[in-house]
């Protein structure tokens, strides 16, 4: 423990960034420099830029900081340090893309959030992922109860589909009923986007008003919507794939 408090306190004093505050971790910990905030697992990559844990967010005055955050965490800065600050440096400095990436698209900044909090979107769950991948079978997905029916009778449909390619035939019919699947499912994504940004919305405002319990619903809506939103996207692609012209 002293040795890691040591080590710290050296990144912090090796070419800080020039009047940042300490950042606060938000976990009860010391607040810690940008240089130790961006070397701790995991990041929250809210703090690193000084922003509340909220979805609605200033992109452009994300982008402003994160360039500014840019020039000062450079690894070019550490030309003349020792090999192993050099190499932490550029860690840092990917470290940062890496936040910038996240926080200014609003699906991966849930996802993030969300990962803050404890919960395991199912398309973040490297266990499953791995497990999947090892046996060679494709990573199971729960069926959102809603969509039962219609998935049911879509797989048949792209069943009947790919039979029918590979033995050289087309069947229009089936190709309309894809074409008009894939035009619901489309509906239905941008209708669970729309239900997103209204649990943005909800969490935010318990957020601000903390309410735990306001929070917790929100949390679970967006845990909801995130999977459903995974499912219809997956589902978008397989149609597409399905009804796609031979190469």
Excluded at 122 to 128: C, I, N, P, T, V
Excluded at 211 to 231: G, T, V
Aim: proline share 5%; hydrophobic share 40%.
């Amino acid at each position: 423990m002293e040795a890691r408090a040591r080590r710290q306190i050296d990144l912090c004093r090796v070419a800080p960034v020039a009047g940042a505050p300490l950042r606060d971790t938000g976990d009860g910990a010391e607040p810690v420099c940008l240089e130790v905030l961006l070397t701790n697992s995991p990041t929250d990559f809210f703090a690193v830029f000084e922003l509340p844990q909220k979805l609605r967010l200033d992109t452009s005055a994300l982008q402003k900081q994160f360039y500014t955050l840019s020039r000062k965490l450079h690894p070019d800065r550490f030309v003349n340090r020792p090999e192993e600050e050099q190499d932490e440096a550029l860690r840092r400095s990917s470290r940062l893309n890496d936040a910038y990436r996240t926080l200014r698209d609003p699906v991966q900044r849930t996802q993030h959030l969300l990962a803050l909090q404890g919960i395991e979107i199912e398309e973040q769950s490297k266990a499953a992922t791995d497990a999947a991948r090892a046996s060679g079978a494709e990573k199971q997905q729960a069926v959102p109860p809603e969509l039962l029916e219609e998935v049911f009778e879509l797989n048949m449909q792209m069943t009947e589909m790919r039979a029918a390619r590979q033995m050289g035939e087309d069947d229009p019919q089936l190709r309309k009923d894809l074409e008009a699947a894939k035009l619901s499912f489309d509906a239905k994504m941008e209708a669970t986007r729309a239900e997103l940004e209204r649990s943005w919305d909800e969490w935010d405002r318990a957020l601000d008003a903390g309410d735990e319990s306001a929070k917790e619903r929100a949390k679970e809506a967006m845990l909801l919507l995130m999977n459903r939103r995974r499912y219809l996207r997956n589902l978008v692609r397989d149609v597409n794939e399905a009804i796609a012209d031979p190469v």
